[in-house]
């Protein structure tokens, strides 16, 4: 029996339709539909999915449900957007917290077996080097990625003080289906499709340089899902595609496929932008089949 934190989202419903695939018992969705949508999940329910549209943070609510489906294995991606970070910041790193400290909590009270949780390569904030691995130091910029690092080092000082069996998966820039279009929480990919329907120009904000490591939620998932498996107690692994683009080239790449041929307006830098992620997914690859699609592909 499988419990998804934040199952509603756009990863986190990816997943949802995935553990179906898999054969669990039984899949448990808790979402507070900050941006989760029930659309999302339309599917995965007509197959036994089972939505609460509760609050993780809210404990007692967290253990009513686990104790109620009993729940073997919790994936937790409960968050709220980095955009949010900046229009209430500290909302933003305190659910990243509160969620994950309930869950150990819970888990260490022996509500549940296992729990994958899933970080972000926000906490590295730009590349000391290149490619990033799993040894790159924590560097956040935003609320939001210091929530997440905060999150990230919470669960290990529980694995290392009462054995829990947990660990973390961390995706870099995922795109594809259900990712959110709707400002301000929107990301860039879905953003600027959203636009071009519309009669909108494209904007690119600073130079244009950034980049990102990005990798389509369907690959993000099935690694996850491999690595379930055989992941140790307080392990971490960076899930990526090694596909570094910059961000004008993203979305010169969307004009082209969506035969969009007019202005791209230039807007100032966002504040505490990452100027760089390009990951290696050598250690990924070196513990499960794993062949992601080029970003063209996605």
Do not use: W
């Not at 599917?43 to 993780?56: H, I, P, Q, S, T």
């Not at 990005?214 to 690694?223: E, G, K, L």
Request: glycine share 8%; hydrophobic share 40%.
């Amino acid at each position: 029996n499988v419990l998804v934190v934040g199952g509603a989202g756009f990863i986190g419903s990816h997943l949802v339709d995935r553990l179906l695939d898999e054969g669990a018992s039984q899949v448990v969705v808790i979402d507070n539909m900050f941006l989760g949508k029930e659309e999302n999940l339309v599917d995965a329910m007509a197959r036994g999915a089972v939505l609460y549209k509760e609050d993780a943070e809210n404990k007692p609510c967290l253990a009513r449900i686990i104790g109620q489906h009993g729940i073997d294995v919790v994936f937790n991606l409960a968050t709220k957007a980095l955009n949010y970070s900046f229009i209430d910041p500290c909302d933003a790193f305190e659910t990243n917290v509160v969620v994950i400290g309930n869950l150990l909590e819970l888990q260490r009270e022996g509500m549940f077996e296992t729990l994958c949780h899933f970080s972000s390569s926000e906490v590295y904030g730009t590349a000391v080097y290149e490619p990033m691995d799993e040894k790159h130091p924590y560097n956040p910029t935003t609320t939001y990625a210091g929530g997440k690092a905060a999150a990230d080092i919470m669960l290990r000082t529980y694995v290392n003080m009462f054995d829990l069996d947990a660990f973390i998966v961390r995706p870099f820039n995922n795109y594809g289906p259900r990712q959110n279009a709707e400002p301000p929480m929107a990301a860039i990919i879905p953003l600027t499709a959203k636009r071009i329907i519309e009669g909108i120009a494209p904007e690119i904000h600073g130079t244009g340089k950034q980049s990102r490591d990005f990798i389509y939620v369907q690959d993000t998932v099935d690694a996850v899902v491999k690595l379930f498996a055989i992941m140790d107690k307080g392990q971490e692994v960076n899930i990526s595609a090694n596909g570094n683009i910059a961000m004008e080239d993203v979305i010169t790449k969307i004009c082209e496929l969506m035969g969009y041929q007019g202005e791209i307006v230039r807007k100032p830098r966002r504040g505490a932008d990452v100027d760089c992620h390009n990951a290696t997914n050598a250690l990924v690859k070196s513990m499960i089949g794993f062949d992601p699609r080029s970003f063209d592909e996605g």
